[in-house]
C-alpha cells in the first residue's frame, strides 16, 4: 500500500508564498510521476503541476510562472513553491503518485491540505 503525506498548507495574504511537500511511504516503489491537483469549493479537481522521475514538468496555465514544482526521487518526495498567490489559489490541495509497487500499478492521493488565500 502507498501512503502519501502532506504538509504545508495555510493562510496567507494575497502576493504571499506557500511551499507544500508531499511523502511517499510504502516498499517496493518505483514512482513514475508525483503532482499536485487542487480542488475549490464548487469546482472540479484540476492538475496544478506534475512532475516525472526525469524531471519533466507540466503546468497548469494559470500558474505558470508563480509555482514550481520539484521532486527528490531517493526520498520519494515532491514540493510545490507557490508564488505571487491570489485568491482563486484557494483550494485544498492533493498530492499524486503514479508508478509500481513492486509488479503492480498504483496511482495514490494524499488526504488534502487546505490553501487559503485571503485578499
Known amino acids: 500500500q502507498v501512503q502519501l503525506v502532506e504538509s504545508g498548507g495555510g493562510l496567507v495574504q494575497a502576493g504571499g508564498s506557500l511551499r507544500l511537500s508531499c511523502a511517499a511511504s510504502?516498499?517496493?516503489?518505483?514512482?513514475?510521476?508525483m503532482g499536485w491537483y487542487r480542488q475549490a469549493p464548487g469546482k472540479q479537481r484540476e492538475l496544478v503541476g506534475t512532475?516525472?522521475?526525469?524531471?519533466?514538468?507540466n503546468y497548469l496555465d494559470s500558474v505558470k510562472g508563480r509555482f514550481t514544482i520539484s521532486r527528490d526521487n531517493a526520498k520519494n518526495t515532491v514540493h510545490l513553491q507557490m508564488n505571487s498567490l491570489n485568491p482563486e489559489d484557494t483550494a485544498v490541495y492533493y498530492c499524486?503518485?503514479?508508478?509500481?509497487?513492486?509488479?503492480?500499478?498504483?496511482?495514490?492521493w494524499g488526504q488534502g491540505t487546505q490553501v487559503t488565500v485571503s485578499s
Open positions: 499524486n503518485a503514479q508508478g509500481l509497487q513492486g509488479f503492480r500499478l498504483f496511482d495514490s
Open positions: 510504502g516498499s517496493g516503489l518505483r514512482i513514475n510521476s
Open positions: 512532475i516525472t522521475s526525469g524531471g519533466s514538468t
